[in-house]
């Protein structure tokens, strides 16, 4: 079972600031990784898939990288509704795996 | 639009068996690489995948608890269910199911249903 590792596990961050989150994989997921964001009470919501691209109606300031075993989540400037948990998930081995989870605070 | 609703109980006892169903709309699981996965969130904690099936009928489960867990298909009423077995507290989550397309798709999650919050107390 491919083990995902996100850092930090709390991100503390002022509107506008970049935040910049990491998932990183026990063994080589290729590009197969993606990013949700899920908001207290309400389902996650996929944000990256395939590590760079951005998923339907997803804004700009999201941005995903890497491949092989390190991925990044980049977020150029908080917006109000970005605070939130974001969780890397990969789909190159089964069983599919989501990491703990990066949850990005307001400072 | 896609949409999902899981349905089913909020309290089941310890040794008893969870049924789930997730009925959906704005798809059909008999369009080739059409599926519905499962997904579980204890409170707090981070998600869990459970199990997943697609319209031609391939499932996949989770190991951890692939010898309690079933996953099966009525397309004619747009439905998913999933049963679990021999429940324990610790099984106490939300359970979400989830859309997946693997041709013409993103073949990840999307988008989720809301979430069924099961809690496992005698």
């Known amino acids: 079972e491919i083990v995902l590792t996100q850092s930090p596990a709390t991100l503390s961050l002022s509107t506008g600031e970049r935040g910049t989150l990491s998932c990183r994989a026990s063994?080589?997921?290729?590009?197969?990784l993606a990013w949700y964001q899920q908001k207290p009470g309400q389902a996650p919501r996929l944000l990256i898939y395939?590590?760079?691209n951005r998923a339907t109606g997803i804004p700009a300031r999201f941005s995903g990288s890497g491949s092989g075993t390190d991925f990044t989540l980049t977020i150029t400037s908080l917006e109000p509704e970005d605070f939130a948990v974001y969780y890397c998930q990969q789909r190159s081995n089964w069983p599919l795996t989501f990491g703990g989870g990066t949850k990005v605070e307001i400072k | 639009q896609i949409t999902l609703k899981e349905s089913g109980p909020t309290l089941v006892k310890p040794t008893q068996t969870l049924t789930l169903t997730c009925t959906f709309s704005?798809?059909?699981?008999?369009?080739?690489?059409?599926?519905v996965g499962w997904i579980r969130q204890p409170p707090g904690k981070a998600l869990e995948w459970l199990a997943l099936?697609?319209?031609?009928?391939?499932?996949y489960y989770s190991p951890s608890l692939k010898s309690r867990l079933t996953i099966t298909k009525d397309s004619s009423k747009n439905q998913v269910v999933l049963t679990l077995t021999n429940m324990d507290p610790v099984d106490t989550a939300t359970y979400f199911c989830?859309?997946?397309?693997?041709?013409?798709?993103?073949?990840?999650?999307?988008?989720w249903g809301q979430g069924t919050l099961v809690t496992v107390s005698s």
């Open positions: 395939d590590a760079s």
């Open positions: 989830a859309h997946r397309r693997v041709v013409g798709g993103t073949n990840w999650f999307d988008p």
């Open positions: 063994q080589s997921v290729s590009s197969y």
């Open positions: 704005g798809f059909s699981l008999t369009t080739s690489g059409m599926g």
């Open positions: 099936i697609y319209g031609d009928d391939d499932k």
